[in-house]
């Protein structure tokens, strides 16, 4: 399993130029703190299954956003319920083209629908809104601009039906998609890539990224 970040040509000014620094910030100060304060209720990731991890993230998640801190407020994250009736498909960006959802992906999405403030300000999106997303024209702006901002993403040459929305934050621009197989016959995990500030990460599966943000973002 790999996960790879890159920073962005515009280099570390941009970043700390970004919006959404101190978001990130603010994360990263209340994360140091537990690290610093010897916290020993970080959990084992290697052996817990998806939905005991969301439970494990949503408490670390909420604990990271919500210490006090002297220069920064407060932010909440807000996870709703799951979707009544949970499809086992997940919409691409092609209109009308879906894959079928897969064993991670299922139990990401019986734990909750959207998730605000998953991940350094996104949203993951809940299934009716991964399609009803594709619907507002500033979001399918925002998504086609992003392979001429990354000139080298995977998204550059990739077709729209190995693609989802999966996370969005649309005031600062950032979105997390999944990236199927080629074949659409293929059950395999979809990899997880991620746009934030000015970094791009990948992953390999949701797992993989879930293990990343449970440990720290480090």
């Keep these: 399993m790999t996960h790879i970040s890159r920073l962005h040509a515009g280099g570390m000014r941009e970043v700390l130029?970004?919006?959404?620094?101190?978001?990130?910030?603010?994360a990263a100060l209340a994360y140091g703190i537990v690290q610093k304060n010897g916290c020993k209720s970080k959990p084992e990731?290697?052996?817990?299954?998806?939905?005991?991890?969301?439970?494990?993230y949503q408490k670390i998640n909420e604990f990271r956003l919500t210490r006090p801190h002297p220069l920064l407020p407060p932010i909440y994250q807000v996870v709703q319920?799951?979707?009544a009736e949970l499809s086992s498909k997940v919409p691409t960006l092609q209109r009308g083209h879906y894959r079928k959802i897969t064993p991670f992906l299922k139990a990401r999405f019986e734990y909750?629908?959207?998730w605000k403030e998953a991940e350094g300000g996104n949203e993951w999106l809940g299934l009716r809104q991964m399609e009803t997303a594709l619907?507002?024209?500033d979001i399918l702006e925002?998504?086609?601009?992003?392979?001429?901002?990354?000139?080298?993403?995977p998204l550059v040459e990739m077709p729209p039906s190995r693609i989802s929305l999966f996370g969005l934050y649309p005031e600062q621009y950032e979105?997390?998609?999944?990236?199927?197989?080629?074949d659409d016959d293929d059950d395999g995990e979809?990899?997880?890539?991620?746009?934030?500030?000015?970094?791009?990460?990948?992953?390999s599966d949701f797992a993989e990224y879930l293990k990343y943000l449970i440990d720290g973002e480090s």
């Design 175 to 182: 979105e997390i998609y999944l990236i199927w197989p080629l």
């Design 17 to 26: 130029k970004h919006p959404a620094f101190a978001k990130i910030l603010h």
């Design 81 to 83: 319920p799951p979707e």
């Design 190 to 203: 979809p990899e997880i890539l991620s746009y934030a500030g000015n970094f791009e990460s990948s992953f």
């Design 45 to 56: 990731v290697k052996a817990m299954n998806i939905h005991d991890m969301l439970i494990a």
């Design 112 to 114: 909750a629908g959207s």
């Design 135 to 137: 619907r507002d024209p």
């Design 142 to 153: 925002q998504i086609r601009v992003r392979p001429e901002i990354w000139t080298e993403s």
